[in-house]
């Protein structure tokens, strides 16, 4: 009694080492699809994250420029300027693309890539907290200017208003150079 094979036997041994690997290659092709799909959805998630923050970028430093210019032109001047701008259409729900995929970051092989841009919504939440308080600060003095017994007041709030507003300037120039180096970093990966 040896070990014999039979004519039948090899072809089973041969069908089912073709049958494993069929299932393998067919894996790999899964496992390649599926990882491809996932770099698209990823790929698709900077470009529509690109997209969100250039609107809101350009919707900030659109409006907020010249006045930036008016208090730099007042600081050089040794006045003490606040910041006469007022801005009502920003809010931190304009981040929607970044809140509502968040989970995606972490999918970003690029580890600069994923630290800039959350360095980026951090400085938006900073400069849009800051631009709100200048906004409340803004209708304080409107509600005192007209009162001359407050003079006292006014220059309070004035002093308050120039005060925030050089910490204004510091984060609108920070969040300014965050999102020039993200669209960088975007422009090579997109």
Not at 64 to 75: G, T, V
Not at 84 to 96: N, R, T, W
Not at 118 to 131: H, P, R, T
């Amino acid at each position: 009694m040896g070990c014999e094979f039979s004519l039948s036997d090899t072809s089973a041994l041969i069908g089912g080492g073709l049958t494993i690997l069929g299932v393998c290659i067919g894996l790999l092709g899964q496992h390649l699809f599926e990882k491809r799909r996932q770099q698209n959805i990823v790929r698709g998630f900077l470009e529509t994250l690109y997209e969100e923050f250039n609107a809101l970028w350009e919707q900030i430093n659109g409006v907020a420029e010249k006045h930036w210019k008016e208090f730099e032109k007042e600081k050089k001047e040794g006045k003490k300027p606040i910041l006469h701008l007022y801005l009502v259409s920003i809010s931190k729900d304009d981040l929607a693309i970044y809140r509502s995929n968040a989970n995606l970051i972490v999918q970003i092989k690029d580890s600069d890539l994923r630290r800039k841009i959350v360095e980026v919504y951090m400085s938006f939440q900073a400069l849009i907290e800051g631009y709100k308080i200048n906004n409340r600060l803004l209708d304080e003095r409107i509600e005192v200017e007209g009162m001359l017994e407050n003079e006292a007041l006014l220059e309070q709030i004035s002093s308050e208003l120039h005060n925030r507003a050089l910490d204004l300037e510091r984060k609108h120039d920070d969040f300014r150079q965050s999102i020039e180096d993200l669209f960088k970093m975007l422009k090579k990966r997109i």
